[in-house]
Nanobody, 118 residues
Framework: QVQLVESGGGLVQAGGSLRLSCAASGSIDSINLMGWYRQAPGKQRELVASIYSGGVTNYADSVKGRFTISRDNAKNTVYLQMNSLKPEDTAVYYC????????????WGQGTQVTVSS
């Protein structure tokens, strides 16, 4: 089992910044993929950014150049620095953990609300 605890959401004006954190605990694989997804009302959950334990990253086109994902493997924590926020970034943001090798496992955090006002 892997537990994910998110923090850092909130209300911000357009153009502002927020930093999300996700701390993982439990049976952490040495090689894993962690990421952030988001789901706006009436829309499907979508990938925002992901990062392998080795540091390789992937971003949705809509956030490239504005968001940065990073991780501290010693703390089993992944971060999402969000700059130049837009109203369309408003959503519930979910942390995700995936095992890369072996039996597939996939865990989700409880979600944290990000609201960007215009």
């Amino acid at each position: 089992q892997v537990q994910l605890v998110e923090s850092g959401g909130g209300l911000v004006q357009a153009g502002g910044s927020l930093r999300l954190s996700c701390a993982a605990s439990g049976s952490i694989d040495s090689i894993n993929l962690m990421g952030w997804y988001r789901q706006a009302p009436g829309k499907q959950r979508e990938l925002v950014a992901s990062i392998y334990s080795g540091g390789v990253t992937n971003y949705a086109d809509s956030v490239k150049g504005r968001f940065t994902i990073s991780r501290d493997n010693a703390k089993n924590t992944v971060y999402l620095q969000m700059n130049s926020l837009k109203p369309e970034d408003t959503a519930v943001y979910y942390c995700n953990y995936k095992r890369v090798y072996g039996q597939p496992i996939n865990y989700w955090g409880q979600g944290t609300q990000v609201t960007v006002s215009s």
